[in-house]
């Protein structure tokens, strides 16, 4: 029976592994630096994982890179100039057409004690509650036998490629706009952008964009006097009330509620944008870890203890998979965020600042002098997690520690500003 270790020997493995929850394990061999000599032992290795029921540790950092990848872009910064801040930036907010009446909260609280409308299988489509902010109903359909989940989760499968077609024919409306052709665009100015998918409480998801205009040639050189926030915005309203993309089965196009806004006309207004974009960055699909990860089976999702609907979405997800048609979506390994392929944030090349090259710098800057150097291609895959199971529960204490100091530190900052 291995020794128990002691709780400085945990707390040492927690810090090898960078404060991480559930580290990898690797093990292969080291050099002595000093001897030569070579020896085999474990390493462990920070998960990375972005989602903060997984891991509290990983997701504040990545969060925090979030915030950094979308504020250079906003106000410059790592390798931004800030110049950019003078830039026309609009924030968008795009959403999914309805598939269904569900149950809403509006501002007094109300859900929809107004509409009296009877649904072909003769349900009211009125509901006279007033619904709490965390109401597992919201969000739920008023009728499950109206609401389309086939056309949710394909229009959740295309969504990605509906952004990117959209943004394509943003560029070819600003050319017309400036009595350009798309090919002489180029040469006169550059679009970059910043997308970050969140899901609504229907299982839709909806995007958040920053979006930016450039100069051409190097990039961040200032835009040209015709490229303005007015023109801008008419060409990117004038594409979404219209646009819409053929699939395999059928048109789909973005919901009839979008936002379009300046992202510089409040004060402060940009670092408010990136704070938001940033809080969804560590959410798994509907913020619990029953959609954290990838099913294997349908069974997985049968069990689930969730609301019908979030299991029916999941449900039509995994069998919408056996239709030919459908086969190269790869939707079972997207059940768990009802058929979003994709990443969660998605840029331009010339937005911003990298994720890598954020690690990169944090690698570098976290380097310290070892007495032994990892030999390469000798690493193979040990398992996750520690030896130890109360290693998880004090790294997730101590990372607990770490957020408290620093939020204490800034009020107290905060507090000291105001005093002055």
């Known amino acids: 029976m291995p020794r128990k ?20 394990r690797l093990r292969g061999e080291f050099i002595d630096t000093v001897t ?50 003078s830039h026309p930036r609009l924030f968008l907010t795009l959403t999914a057409p309805s598939f269904g009446v569900v149950h809403v909260r509006k501002s007094d609280g109300s859900c929809r004690p107004e509409d009296q409308r009877s649904c072909p299988h003769g349900r009211v489509m009125s509901c006279w509650r007033h619904h709490d902010e965390n109401d597992v109903i919201l969000g739920t359909p008023l ?48 679009l970059s952008y910043l997308k970050v998918a969140e899901f609504q409480r ?46 395999s089965q059928g048109e789909i196009a973005w919901g009839r509620q979008f936002r379009v806004s300046d992202a510089s006309a409040l004060d402060r207004d940009d670092l408010r944008i990136a704070a938001y974009l940033a809080k969804y960055a560590t959410k798994s699909t509907n913020g619990s870890l029953d959609f954290a990860r990838r099913f294997r089976a349908r069974s997985e999702i049968v069990k689930l203890d969730v609301t019908p609907h979030l299991r029916r979405l999941a449900l039509t997800t995994w069998d919408l998979a056996l239709e030919p048609e459908l086969a ?45 150097d990892p030999i390469a291609g000798t690493f193979t895959y040990d398992g996750r997690g520690y030896d130890d199971p109360r290693a998880a529960t004090i790294a997730e204490f101590l990372h607990q520690l770490s957020v408290d100091a620093r939020k204490t530190a800034s009020q107290r900052v905060t507090d000291d500003a105001k005093t002055k």
């Not at 909806?206 to 490229?227: I, K």
């Not at 059940?335 to 690690?359: E, M």
């Open 202 to 247: 229907r299982g839709l998801v909806h995007f958040h964009v920053v979006l930016r205009g450039d100069g051409p040639g190097e990039p961040f050189s200032a835009p040209p006097a015709l490229l303005t926030t007015a023109l801008l915005t008419q060409v990117i309203e004038s594409v979404l009330k219209n646009f819409s993309i053929a699939t």
């Open 328 to 372: 190269a979506m790869n939707l079972r390994a997207h059940a768990h965020a009802f058929g979003v392929r994709g990443q969660l944030i998605t840029k331009s090349r010339h937005y911003s600042t990298r994720f890598s090259d954020l690690r990169q710098a944090r690698a570098a800057y976290m380097t310290s002098p070892r007495s032994d």
């Open 36 to 85: 030569g000599e070579v020896n085999a032992r474990a390493l462990l290795v920070a998960c990375k994982d972005r989602r903060a029921v997984l891991c509290p540790s990983c997701s504040y950092l990545y969060k925090a890179d979030a915030w950094i990848v979308v504020s250079t872009g906003l106000i410059g910064g790592k390798g931004v100039p800030t110049s950019v801040s």
């Open 143 to 190: 009728c499950a036998k109206c609401f389309d989940y086939h056309g949710a989760v394909l229009w959740n499968a295309e969504s990605s490629r509906l952004w990117n077609r959209t943004f394509e024919q943003i560029r070819r409306r600003l050319a017309m706009a400036l009595g350009l052709s798309i090919e002489e665009l180029p040469r006169h100015l550059r």
């Open 5 to 24: 270790k002691s709780t400085f020997e945990l707390v040492q493995e927690i810090q090898q592994a960078g404060g991480c929850s559930h580290p990898i």
